[in-house]
């Protein structure tokens, strides 16, 4: 009985725990727009995520690219080309030009959200 | 009294041990991608190795622990396997899943996320296969919670919350979760933790009932300190997931929270692991030997993942090891060393159970696993090289191609004792593959389940 109820009240605090989750623990975000979100749909239908990490994670053949954007020696032009063209690692997808906009709108607003990075000075 | 036959069972385990043999193919392979830049970049590219890896790697730690489950449930409960039908179904299903995912991703079909990158309606499936398995299991056991061993709630409790957390990772699909990235990630990760913690506690349930079958001590499953131990990983697998996300700004509080939680989980293991091998010593020195020499390595393996585990939770060291290759030698380190390497004393102890204790415990058997062992720590030492070197380049403010460049060495050692790890596991897992492949060919009549 006594192990019952710890589970149950292990139970309780995680779903407990799990709403606030879902709601009020994670509210920081501004909420991306449509064009962002098809930014988003292409980065996870191309599986981008294999190579690259966003907020570290990821696989790790490529760079992290939370912050490519407003990166001083990346920027939004650099981070086209490599879209357009790829490089030694990174394939060539032949993106349309509609694609690699949807795509670096969709980094500009990781970045935009990106606070524990630019707080922590890096 | 002896672990009787399970066709079902013995399958899971032909479909566990092919899965991971095909995997770890596709590992040796994005390993080589690490060396040679242009190898299979448009072919077959990282893209397309990575999820390939992973999904089968772990769908053979999935079966390996569902085949285990099936060989071991109608000898606890003293009961009939409640539906071979539905059990076949199960493995049917299964089957199915591997192979459109496997094809998919051959054909870069994705859309989901890392480690589901297969598009999300075939969690539709996942799901009914498991909710079939999950009937067996609880109308066999009919599992009485007051009494029942510890193993027991760990199976539960893995089937319950591999349930909800496959179900939680999909709560992207809703506009809700999807338009903000930061409740996107926190939620996707917050669901992955707990699956891995999901399959661990199916994998440490098996590993629980060995060591009970091995020592014939009863009490190491009923004591306080067993389901002391059991709560401290339940506590783990709904809390901790928060080490994963430091970096990401939700709320404060899941860091602290995480943080606290995650120091404990492991080390009770490794204890109890300890003192199950001073009773071995003491009652049954020469039953399931081989079994318990796994278990054993398994043993070093968690302590030494433990110190890495422990170091990478703590916020300071986690800024700085986050987004390398420590948390790569984190994931294989406890998928090898100690989810496989303890699902393989179970096939190993079953193995023997069906033809003969000691049958499997050969000098072959014994080269190949100490080969195993040694390339598998210098395997780790390259992605633990590799996270400290890159840390050290991000520190000099390298680009990505010097950096790249700068880690070329330990790209080497890792493509290369990868290969030998591909080798040890290949080696080791032969005659346990051949048993089960004999054992399911097999004319039917005999089984009992
Ligand atoms: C039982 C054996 C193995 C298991 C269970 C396993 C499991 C995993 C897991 C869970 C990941 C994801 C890591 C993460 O996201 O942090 C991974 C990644 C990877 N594994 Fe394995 N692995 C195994 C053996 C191997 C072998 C023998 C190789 C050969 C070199 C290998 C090469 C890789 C590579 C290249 C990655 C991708 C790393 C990256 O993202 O850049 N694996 N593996």
Redesign the pocket.
């Known amino acids: 009985m006594q192990k019952l109820l710890i589970f149950a009240i292990l139970f309780i605090t995680y779903i407990t725990y799990s709403s606030w989750v879902y709601t009020r623990g994670t509210d920081r975000a501004s909420i991306m727009s449509s064009h962002q979100e098809l930014g988003k749909q292409i980065y996870q239908e191309y599986n981008c995520q294999?190579?690259h990490q966003l907020f570290g994670l990821?696989?790790?053949?490529g760079p992290e690219l939370t912050t490519v954007i407003s990166d001083k020696n990346r920027g939004e032009l650099y981070a086209r080309i490599l879209l357009e063209n790829g490089a030694i690692r990174m394939p060539n997808f032949h993106l349309s030009p509609k694609q690699v906009n949807a795509l670096i709108d969709y980094l500009k607003y990781v970045d935009a959200n990106a606070f524990t990075y630019k707080t922590d000075g890096k | 009294m002896k672990i009787s036959k399970s066709i079902p069972g013995t399958w899971f385990f032909i479909m566990a041990i092919s899965s991971?043999f095909i995997?770890?193919l596709f590992?040796?392979l994005?390993?080589?991608?690490?060396v040679l830049p242009g190898f299979l970049k448009e072919a077959l590219s990282?893209q397309k190795?990575?999820p390939l890896?992973?999904y089968l790697?772990?769908n053979?730690?999935f079966c390996a622990a569902a085949g285990a489950v099936y060989y071991y449930i109608p000898y606890v409960s003293g009961r009939k396997l409640y539906s071979t039908l539905l059990a076949k179904l199960h493995i049917l299903i299964q089957l199915i899943i591997l192979i459109w995912v496997v094809t998919g991703f051959f054909m870069g079909r994705f859309g989901g996320r890392?480690?589901l990158e297969f598009p999300p309606y075939i969690v539709v499936l996942i799901i009914v296969a498991w909710i079939l398995f999950m009937i067996n299991f609880f109308v066999t056991v009919r599992p009485s919670f007051k009494e029942v061993p510890v193993y027991i709630w760990s199976w539960s409790t893995g089937l319950l919350f591999f349930l909800i957390t496959i179900c939680e990772a999909q709560l992207w699909l809703l506009p809700h979760f999807n338009n903000n990235i930061i409740r996107d990630i926190t939620v996707q990760w917050k669901a992955m933790g707990s699956m891995v913690g999901s399959w661990n506690m199916l994998v440490y349930g098996s590993a629980m009932f060995v060591m009970e079958k091995i020592t014939g001590d009863k009490g190491i499953n009923r004591s306080k300190k067993a389901f002391f131990f059991y709560f401290l990983g339940l506590t783990n697998l709904l809390f901790n997931w928060g080490h994963h996300t430091y970096i990401v700004p939700s709320s404060e509080l899941v860091r602290t929270i995480s943080y606290t939680i995650s120091m404990t989980e492991l080390l009770i293991l490794a204890n109890i692991i300890y003192s199950f091998r001073k009773t071995y010593f003491k009652t049954n020195p020469h039953k399931h030997f081989l079994s318990f020499r796994i278990v054993t390595y398994a043993e070093a393996w968690i302590l030494l993942n433990l110190v890495l585990s422990i170091s990478i939770s703590v916020p300071a060291i986690n800024f700085y090891t986050h987004g390398t290759?420590i948390?790569?030698a984190?994931?294989?380190g406890t998928?090898?060393g100690i989810?496989?390497l303890l699902l393989l004393s179970s096939l190993v102890l079953i193995a023997e159970e069906m033809i003969g204790d000691g049958k499997l415990f050969t000098p072959y058997f014994n080269r190949s696993f100490i080969f195993l062992n040694i390339s598998l720590l210098v395997?780790w030492l390259s992605l633990v090289g590799m996270g400290i070197c890159k840390i050290i380049a991000v520190h000099e403010k390298n680009s990505f191609t010097e950096m790249m460049a700068r880690l070329y060495p330990y790209f080497q050692v890792?493509?290369i004792?990868?290969?030998f790890?591909?080798l040890g596991?290949l080696l080791v897992l032969m005659p346990v593959f051949k048993t089960f492949l004999k054992l399911g060919l097999a004319k039917q009549s005999s089984d009992p389940s």
Do not use: K, P
């Open positions: 294999s190579c990821g696989g790790y053949l | 991971l995997g770890l590992g040796a994005g390993g080589l991608q690490y990282f190795i990575r890896h992973v790697v772990i053979w730690i890392e480690y290759h948390t790569v984190h994931a294989m998928t090898i989810n496989t395997f890792f493509s004792s990868g290969i790890v591909f596991l």
